[in-house]
């Protein structure tokens, strides 16, 4: 099913960030695009559904909205906004999806309640939610060599080899989730920790 049904509210949203031409497909800055899209081809979601500025599917089974927000990255918070209030889903109740450049390629990290340290996608989530009370998972990309070269690194694409990593990644980051979102609030913490352990090399 690819949309929400008009009486039901999602129990949960999972939201994966990026720009949405397609020159961005596989650029660093896309990690959380391409992490969702290979979340929904696991669970047999189709994202397709335009609404919100954004891409959704419903994820039925467990009653989970996925969005793709076509803002581009710095507007990211309108589309989540948006749905967030149409079904007044509280913040914990919320999952974003986004490359990190503290991180390695090969690690993610999940987290709660952090701080944007800079990422414009999540300055406009905070700023538009008016809290940073929600779930995180930070997908590594690693650090350009010289740190005047940031806006050029992240709309880089991935190498052939990185990419490898990174779906192998994601297989492994997806398992987590998946027990995040099916095993009840009382294991989102054990999953979490689950993902912050992961390394592909």
């Known amino acids: 099913m690819f949309g929400l049904p008009k009486t039901q509210r999602p129990a949960l949203i ?3 960030l990026g720009n949405p031409e397609k020159k961005y497909l596989y650029t660093r800055h896309n990690a ?3 992490f ?3 979340f ?3 669970i047999g979601c189709e994202i397709r559904k ?3 500025d954004a891409l959704t599917g419903y994820w039925q089974e467990h009653s989970v909205l996925l969005m793709l927000p076509l803002t581009y990255m710095n507007l990211s918070g309108t589309a989540l906004h948006a749905a967030a209030k149409k079904y007044r889903t509280p913040p914990a109740n919320i999952v974003v999806v986004h490359d990190d450049m503290d991180i390695p390629v090969g690690r993610a990290k999940f987290h709660f309640n952090r701080s944007s340290a800079g990422h414009k996608g999540i300055d406009s989530i905070i700023g538009r939610l008016g809290t940073r009370e929600f779930y995180r998972i930070r ?3 690693g650090k350009p ?3 005047d070269d940031t ?3 992240v709309l880089s694409e991935f190498n052939a080899q990185e990419l490898k990593t990174i779906e192998e990644l994601f297989e492994k980051v997806i398992d987590g989730l998946l027990s995040f979102i099916s095993d009840g609030p009382a294991a989102r913490q054990k999953a979490m920790e689950a993902v912050n352990r992961i390394t592909v090399k």
Request: zero cysteines; aromatic letters at 12%.
């Open 36 to 38: 969702l899209s290979a």
């Open 14 to 16: 999972v939201a994966g």
């Open 32 to 34: 959380g695009f391409l």
């Open 151 to 153: 806006i050029d690194y």
């Open 145 to 147: 060599a010289n740190a």
């Open 139 to 141: 997908v590594g990309i």
């Open 40 to 42: 929904a081809r696991r």
């Open 50 to 52: 335009r609404q919100f």
